[in-house]
């Protein structure tokens, strides 16, 4: 079965990760945008961060433009409106698609438990959660409605930390 660490992505400075630095640890993956009404979430990613950090815990955001246009931004503008305007800590990576034929392989795979394993749960809109579990399995999924900072999420955060 497939993993997360096979996958690498690109920062808004172009920097590119490759995911095998995140091994050991919890993730929880999310498709952002910075014009949705789902965007106070960050707060609440960067409180559960914070909360969490210390742990082996890592969120890693990814803007998409996929969902009512409602992610113009990419590079420096989305890096400046990431670590300035919204004060994240967390990992944002650069703009990416998250639906369709054109989406990131990451969005490929956890979306698709023919290729993760566990689970179908393509996102339908922004802020979208996956969770990732120190092995680098998909084990979880959470609809955009579900704040970061949800009893639920939280449980099942706590069972993996």
């Not at 993730?27 to 609440?44: D, E, H, I, M, R």
């Not at 082996?56 to 246009?69: H, I, K, M, Q, R």
């Not at 579990?133 to 706590?158: A, C, H, M, Q």
């Amino acid at each position: 079965m497939e993993r997360i660490y096979q996958f690498c992505a690109m920062k808004p400075d172009g920097t590119v990760v490759d995911f095998n630095i995140y091994q050991n640890k919890v993730l929880l993956v999310v498709n952002t945008a910075s014009a949705c009404g789902f965007t106070p979430q960050y707060k609440q990613l960067e409180q559960l961060y914070q909360r969490y950090k210390d742990l082996g815990f890592e969120v890693l955001a990814f803007p998409s433009n996929d969902f009512g246009n409602q992610e113009k931004l990419s590079g420096e503008a989305l890096q400046q409106y990431c670590s300035v305007d919204q004060q994240l800590n967390f990992t944002v990576y650069d703009r990416i698609k998250v639906k369709g034929a054109d989406a990131h392989p990451i969005f490929k795979f956890l979306g698709n438990k023919l290729l993760n394993g566990k689970l179908n749960s393509k996102p339908f809109w922004n802020f979208h959660k996956y969770l990732i579990d120190r092995e680098g399995n998909v084990v979880d999924y959470f609809y955009s409605f579900t704040s970061p900072l949800s009893r639920r999420l939280i449980k099942r955060l706590e069972q993996l930390l």
